[in-house]
């Protein structure tokens, strides 16, 4: 199923559900991100990921949550409506770092998404952090650190094996690049997992000359007993294409408790080139799932 197909059927089972039922409430989930303004000074970015409908059936006391696309950035009006509410020059959220409150933010100029940090958490590189204005997320301990040693181990393990199954040369294995590597605990059971994006560059034969391809991976990893296993992989598959030899990046953004079951879903940004857009994944009965993809800019 494709991205767009796959929003399509998410935003119909919204509304679908919504139409059956009362939307209680509705709230943003945003990412928080450094930057360098023009003037080369650090600064702080808020961008909305997804927005979030609760609300109760008509005929069933359990809550439902629905995940929804919020306006694109423009002029249009649905993100000047979008803005005014929630762009608001003062405007506060709280902020959550390691699926727990972790301080607070607010927006510094009217309309606009720079805002001013307080808090303790270092963002910056591929280091991000979430904003919200639920008052009921981020209940969870804040669990968010670096790899130990032997973690690490773990994880350019886990790498190489990935790709290996890929195909990609044994020589080529030793040159693997450790974008991030973040120990999270996704289920509040005191055992952490780790979610890692890693970098591997491979020489191929396009149109006549060699081209160096970057293959990112991006893995959910966790322990059974006293192994590791990847519990999701993200490998994009090189496709020859003119002039294209960039490949998908996936990066964490943070991982949340989003529905309330106690199992914190994990938030990324995926970056193509100018392109980004944001998704959420799920752990269900048979693995990892993505739940929503979109938000971002210049589509998907």
């Known amino acids: 199923m494709t991205q767009s197909l796959t929003r399509s059927v998410l935003v119909f089972v919204a509304l679908l559900a919504a139409s059956q039922s009362t939307i209680a409430q509705t709230e943003v989930l945003f990412s928080v991100s450094r930057y360098f ?25 359990k809550p439902w ?9 423009g002029d249009d009006e649905p993100y000047q409506h979008f803005a005014k509410k929630y762009l608001a020059q003062g405007k506060s959220y709280q902020l959550i770092f390691g699926g727990g409150k972790s301080g607070s933010l607010t927006i510094k100029q009217e309309l606009e998404n720079e805002v001013r940090l307080q808090t303790d958490i270092k963002v910056g590189g591929y280091v991000y952090a979430l904003a ?5 997320l981020g209940q969870a301990e804040t669990v968010r650190r670096a790899p130990t040693d032997s973690e690490k181990s773990v994880g350019l393990k886990l790498a190489r094996e990935a790709y290996r ?9 030793e040159q693997i690049k450790i974008l991030n590597l973040t120990a999270v605990d996704i289920d509040g059971d005191q055992s952490v997992e780790l979610i890692g994006s890693f970098s591997i560059q491979s020489v191929t034969t396009s149109f006549g000359s060699a081209q160096i391809i970057e293959h990112p991976l991006f893995m959910i990893m966790e322990p059974k007993g006293e192994e590791w296993s990847a519990a999701f992989v993200s490998l994009p598959q090189y496709q020859q294409r003119y002039f294209d030899y960039r490949l998908p990046k996936q990066y964490l953004v943070d991982y949340l408790d989003l529905d309330g079951d106690d199992i914190a879903e994990i938030i990324t ?28 800019g210049g589509g998907c």
């Open 37 to 61: 303004n023009e003037q080369g000074n650090t600064s702080y970015a808020l961008e909305p990921i997804v927005v979030l409908d609760r609300g109760l059936h008509a005929w069933s006391a």
């Open 65 to 73: 949550l629905a995940l929804s696309e919020p306006p694109v950035f």
């Open 269 to 296: 940004k995926v970056d193509h080139d100018h392109l980004w857009h944001y998704k959420i994944y799920r752990r269900l009965e048979e693995g990892w799932a993505v739940i929503y993809s979109g938000g971002g």
């Open 165 to 173: 199954k890929q195909g990609i040369a044994e020589t080529a294995l």
């Open 132 to 136: 919200s204005d639920a008052k009921t």
